[in-house]
């Protein structure tokens, strides 16, 4: 089934959500930059979760169904990565306006003895152009022109991932780790909380059939919380890729379906079968760096958030460095009446959210596909410049920083004006082996394309590209190119003992741009404040993408928010609707070590262990 948007009602929902848009994110002062709201909504905050212990093996997703399915392969004796396998399948069931099979990953697993990272990141079709997202008149277009319909769909690329992946980490049957989520789409689920909020709040799901025959009623109605969703289509789709392996969705009668909605669309893409027969997940070279007594190894470009939470804890030492009383560990966060129990100091807040400031600049200027763009990965990690960043960190907020000039340039480049996007899911797993993963993935903005084929969404990922291909006549290093992988901020992120190697942990989030903030807290609470994962995630979501500084609604006092605005910073108070898993090592008093997993308050998740 194709979803065709009739081309008058289509514009006029661009012309009704544009407008929304701008005036939901005007900014703050002159001086910030407006960042775009996040298209998932939050759904509450679940006060009283507790950290999850196990002494064997433990799995963790943004949905507890996908969670269970990860639990149940662990307990088959399966790896962390057959587990992130059958969770991934059961998401894109549960969770299909974040991800799904037809959306891109990033992949950190540890073997026990090597760490890899797997690039599953969507790329542009072979007939895209840099002015993909540019009007006739040459003006860039509005996010959701750019996002419906197939214009903003990439060749998928997380089960490509997923299937190296298996290939080299796997330990159980490729087929046996899709019967969770083919039970549960021909038996049905409960329409959760969180789901039904998302299918209320998209004012284009109406418009497609395929879309509206599934979620909503016949007059038009959202279905109710805890209506029984059963997708058969996706349940036969799921029985082809575990049978006849990811060429399945790749080659064949279900790839015909993908080009045709694509280029059937109102907004129609390129998308090709030649583009999905081409198509190549890569193994990366891990991005490790070191961090006091830790090593943080996350995933290189294309994706951001590797050098992005490099960055800030290389600039976070620094100042330590530099002046013991910008020393984090004795900045810890204090008691809080609000629900998440604790609130970091203003201090925390201010030097960590100025180191964001000063990666966000960076990111802007020289991230991309390093496959079309020479990425100085090394001069922007380098201990030496970080300092020297760090050194632009005072007692006021720098409000908005400039891009440093790390060694290694090799292109003049214009910085990436573009707003940064907001939406994904996160799975996180150790297994019995002592093996780990941390993946995330995406279908990028809520319902991604709003294209549904054969039971699953298609992702608007092309819209992660600038739409501003150049300025001045310098390239922008992330605009649209033909097979280039668009930036990402993914930070899926696994933490070693520096000293022994020894695997601590694995956390990463959801959350687009913000990505790298949740992520970048989430280690700050685990590692010096030694938070339990739990406490860390649920601490307050703050940091800044280079505007103004941002803190989670209603998680942060007045004192707080005066401190900082003494301190120069401008506020702006929003949902910060992450969705961080975390699993931890932890030893007793006679040395066992045992894991300790926690799943963010902010969505449905669980970690769950043996």
Known sequence: MHSHFPA????????A?????????APPSASAIAQPLAPEIGS???????????????????NPLAAEAGREILRQGGSAVDAAIA???????????????GGGAFIMVWDGKQVHAYDGRETAPAGATEKLFLKPDGTPMAFTQAQIGGRSVGTPGVMRALELAHRKQGRLPWAKLFDPAIRLAEQGFAISPRLHKQIVASPFLPHSPAMAAYFLNADGSPKAVGTTLKNPQLAAVLKRIANEGTDALYKGAIAKE?????????????????????????????LCSDYKQWQLCGMPPPSSGGIAIAQIFGTLQALEAQDKRQALPALGPLKSSSPAGLEPQPQAVHLIAEADRLAYADRGLYVADSDFIPVPVAGLIDPGYLASRARLIGE?????????????????????????????SQIVAVDDQGGAVSMTTTVESSFGSHLMVEGFILNNQLTDFSFVPSENGKP???????????????????????????????????????????VSKTLVGLLDWKLDPQSAINLPNFGSR????????????????KALQDRGHVINELEMTSGTQAIMRVRDAKGQSSWAGGADPRREGEALGD
């Open 8 to 15: 008058r009602l289509f514009s006029l929902c661009i012309l």
């Open 17 to 25: 959500i544009s407008l929304a848009l701008t005036a939901c994110n």
């Open 44 to 62: 509450g905050y679940r006060s009283g979760l507790l950290t999850q212990h196990a002494t064997r093996h433990m799995a963790a997703a943004a």
């Open 87 to 101: 969770m991934q399948a059961v998401l894109t069931l549960v969770e299909p306006q974040a991800t799904g099979i």
């Open 258 to 286: 993908i080009v045709a909605a694509v280029n059937g669309s109102a907004n129609p893409g390129s998308l090709s079968l030649a583009d999905l027969q081409g198509y190549q997940a890569k193994e990366r070279t891990p």
């Open 396 to 424: 006021r907020s720098l409000g908005q920083a400039e891009p440093g000039v790390p060694a290694g340039i090799q292109v003049a480049l214009a910085p990436d004006r573009s707003p940064m996007r907001i939406a994904t």
């Open 476 to 518: 922008v290093a992330n605009r649209v190119e033909p097979g280039k992988r668009p930036r990402s901020s993914m930070a899926p992120t696994l933490v070693f003992d520096r000293a022994n190697g020894e695997f601590i942990g694995t956390v990463g989030s959801p959350g687009g741009s913000q990505i790298i903030e949740y």
């Open 546 to 561: 280079n505007g103004p500084t941002e803190l989670e609604q209603g998680l942060f006092s007045p004192q707080l928010l």
